[in-house]
């Protein structure tokens, strides 16, 4: 079945710093790719999305790209900031199966701490 | 802007005691679920709904019921609690089945129950 596996946290950066959460993924069908982010006390909330290879989503400076040939969609951001803090989850709609949101299968998230 | 409210925030409840987790949206999104969320296992769909008087069962269905008899509420009850079903639980809702950045999902802010 459909599975996604990211880096597991925490991951404590400084303010200014460059980021990346590996998120790799198996799939049958043909997957959309999305990055969650929760926000302590809150739900999550879609971060940015790409629904096929090459395809780059990107978000309030934050960027992942489809990358069919290795199943990765990590998540990258050039230089973070403390309100960056947050669980980040990554996940898969494997689309092909004429499925979306009921089918979402999402990893385990990566707590970040970004400290001034 | 409500968008997804859920009731209560937090619950602590004895073994064997029965409850019902409320959530309502009002974005007129056809599709409502549920999820729960554990340590280290990232996001568990639980049931979901694609419209009033539809319900089906997710991943982890066992131990919890649904319905759905208005567009704006999906209730999740547990009909005898049990201590594996400690966890963090969000009701998340969108206006369509298949996901795109015009649809994405929305989750409210989760309540956090304890069974003892």
């Known amino acids: 079945g459909d599975s996604v596996t990211q880096m597991e946290g925490p991951v404590t950066l400084s303010e200014e710093a460059f980021l990346t959460i590996n998120c790799t993924y198996t799939a049958t069908g043909y997957p959309s790719l999305f990055w969650y982010v929760q926000y302590p006390g809150e739900g999550l909330q879609l971060l940015l999305k790409?629904?096929?290879?090459?395809d780059k989503g990107s978000n309030k400076g934050f960027e992942a790209t489809y990358r069919k040939e290795t199943t990765s969609f990590h998540l990258e951001k050039g230089s973070v900031q403390v309100s960056d803090s947050a669980v980040y989850f990554c996940a898969l709609s494997d689309e092909g199966s004429n499925f979306g949101n009921e089918k979402l299968t999402f990893g385990t998230g990566t707590r970040l701490t970004i400290i001034p | 802007n409500a968008g997804v409210t859920q009731t209560p925030k937090f619950q602590v409840l004895k073994t064997g005691q029965s409850m019902t987790l409320q959530c309502a949206q009002d974005?007129?999104?056809?599709?409502m679920s549920w999820y729960r969320q554990d340590p280290g296992m990232g996001l568990r769909l639980i049931h979901y709904s694609v419209g009033a008087g539809i319900t089906d069962q997710g991943e982890v269905p066992n131990g919890y019921n649904v319905s759905r008899s208005t567009t704006e509420d999906f209730p999740l009850r547990l009909l005898s609690a049990a201590p594996s079903q400690t966890s963090v639980y969000f009701c998340a809702s969108s206006s369509a089945l298949r996901s795109s950045y015009n649809s994405p999902l929305h989750f409210g802010n989760g309540t956090r129950l304890t069974v003892t």
């Open positions: 790409a629904t096929k290879a090459d």
């Open positions: 974005m007129n999104h056809e599709y």
